[in-house]
């Protein structure tokens, strides 16, 4: 067994007793199965893909975290989770109390952790699969990212109509505010943002062609645009 095979198995346990434990007792079960409809298709995914497209070490422990992180949420339903609970009984105060906050923010968390957890993955597959380089392997990230954020937005509202009700509006998750979705999609594009600029910066530092690699990004294969 090679070393990177007991990583993800190593992963995969992990996630496996944080998924039973989360599944145990939601506070509610139609909002947690509702919740978990895209990560059940993500999971099938990343094990149907496995064979032929095999993700580095990193990129899986991205969505690792990412998938425990959302377990979480799942479980107490995303405006629920007890977060200033967890805070007060360590420290004394509610989170919320040190930031001025009056709404529960672990769905901006996770929009935020989406961008930080996701870009790098998504880098990797356009790097390996359409052979981006230079800017292009930085911005169609966070470009997908962002895209990818509205979409679950458009999910969620089709979902809210569709369910209607208590189930409808905790999938939703506003909690009255109206510009919820808009924030949610900036939160994911800044983790996004903030993902690559690190990862530009690591190449820029250590990469001996980065400025080479970024300029040929840049320059046009062909002047001749007829050709396309």
């Known amino acids: 067994m090679t070393y990177n095979t007991k990583f993800l198995l190593t992963l995969s346990g992990i996630f496996l007793v944080v998924f039973i434990l989360c599944a145990i007792n939601p506070v509610d079960r139609s909002t947690w199965l509702l919740e978990n409809v895209l990560m059940f298709l993500l999971v099938a995914g990343l094990i149907a893909s496995y064979k032929r497209f095999r993700l580095s070490r990193i990129s899986y422990f991205c969505i690792f975290l990412f998938l425990c992180f959302h377990e979480i949420g799942s479980h107490y339903t995303y405006s629920l989770v007890p977060y200033n609970q967890w805070t007060e009984s360590v420290f004394g105060s509610p989170l919320n109390d040190w930031f001025g906050w009056e709404r529960n923010h672990y769905d901006r968390f996770l929009h935020l952790a989406y961008g930080l957890l996701f870009a790098y993955p998504i880098r990797e597959i356009f790097i390996r699969i359409v052979k981006v380089k230079g800017f292009w392997g930085y911005f169609l ?68 062609d980065f400025a080479r690699e970024w300029n040929e990004s840049l320059t046009p294969q062909t002047s001749n645009p007829e050709t396309l």
């Open 141 to 208: 990230p966070l470009d997908l990212t962002l895209s990818t954020s509205a979409i679950y937005e458009l999910i969620e509202w089709a979902a809210a109509i569709v369910f209607g009700g208590d189930v409808g509006a905790a999938y939703l998750g506003t909690q009255g505010d109206v510009w919820d979705a808009h924030k949610d999609m900036a939160l994911a594009g800044l983790g996004a943002l903030i993902a690559m600029v690190t990862v530009a910066f690591i190449n820029w530092r250590w990469q001996r």
